[in-house]
């Protein structure tokens, strides 16, 4: 990491958890870091640093922040003279990839998908600034470069996967299914959204691959009424919508009639398999989280030791911190100082059955969660979030009472060094 040594960066994100993260990891490198909690705070600070003859080399701006996201302040940056040679990184979750070439026309140098560890944000920094002028074509298949290989779809997940495909033409039907097939998938199909709608009342599917333009009912409409039916007990499948439009109003509609993601037509098989990884363990891990109704201290029995286990992913929380206890402490520290905060508002929001600031709300929770590997609640708030998405009112409720719960487990681990030093060795 000599490279980065001396280099000036400036993290932009109004979650603090995040930002100490990214902070902890880029000091190791003994590069100078500076942190901006909005967009507007990120500009006066590059604004003045170039006054004092002191430009910022890299800024990393996180994609969902109020006011002014990442991709609103990242036009800013460029479209300013005086700041346009900053080289930018964006933060976004694996289900946005689709945005990537949008950024790269925008002047984003490259793209990050959260959670980000360490190796992987040293290798992105390290590929921006040797660039320089010559920076490589920000892709999907770039970002993908970047991805786990936990985010690949393993032979177990794609086994268990229910899969239904929406899509009327005979050629299409044809592509997808192999590219399934040779991901280990399979799948059932749909020709129209009618036909979508009677096999979801036999068949508890857990994905839905819904091309956007079919006869007799469009994949619009046909996510409407399932995202309707779904307050009668239908089981809410995940739904990605397939289009060939690739424009922000067109992937604004899909998002607005209660779609989860979208993929570009045509669709690329590693994209394909990025999609199906991701929701397979939102699944996965919600399920599990959900199903586990108990949480306990209890020292009298093994069921501590599971429950601390849940709580927090202890390994990729000694990643983050290359083993240093203190900095794991401080981490879950700024974690119960922040939320309750956010927590207090998140309930009056459920209250008050605003599905947009719930949304929000759960959003900014949910990436303190993910930071530090706090994989129990992360799920929780991200169903959470899920369901506001969907405007679905029924259990929200009951999701922020178990969310609560947890909070509260984790604020009694932090609250207790014992608890922590038997867990943490």
Known sequence: ADDLKGLRLLI?????TNRKVIRHQALYWEMQVDEAESGAIALQQLRHQVEQNRPYDLAILDMQMPDMDGKTLGCQIKADPRLKQTQLVMLTSLHQQ????????????ACLLKPVRQS???NCLLTVTRAGSNKPPLTDGLMQSQAEPSQLISPEQASRLKILLAEDSLVNQKVALNQLKQLGCTADVAANGQEVLDLLTKIRYDIVLMDCQMPILDG???TQEIRRLERNGLHPPIIIAMTANAMKDDRDRCMNVGMDDYLSKPVRQKELAAKLAYWSQQLMTTENSLDNSVFSFSRTSDSMDMTLHNLIDWDYLHELSDG???FEQELLQTLIESLPPH?????NYIAAQDFLAIEREAHYIKGSTTSIGAKSLQALVEQLELQARRQQFENLAYLFSRIEQGFKQIETL???KQYFSEVAE
């Open 120 to 122: 992987r944000l040293l």
């Open 343 to 347: 927590l207090e508002t998140l309930h």
């Open 414 to 416: 932090v609250k207790s």
């Open 220 to 222: 619009y409409g046909t």
């Open 98 to 109: 689709g945005t990537a070439a949008n950024l790269l026309d925008l002047g984003f140098a």
């Open 324 to 326: 240093n206890e203190a």
């Open 12 to 16: 932009v994100d109004d979650n603090a």
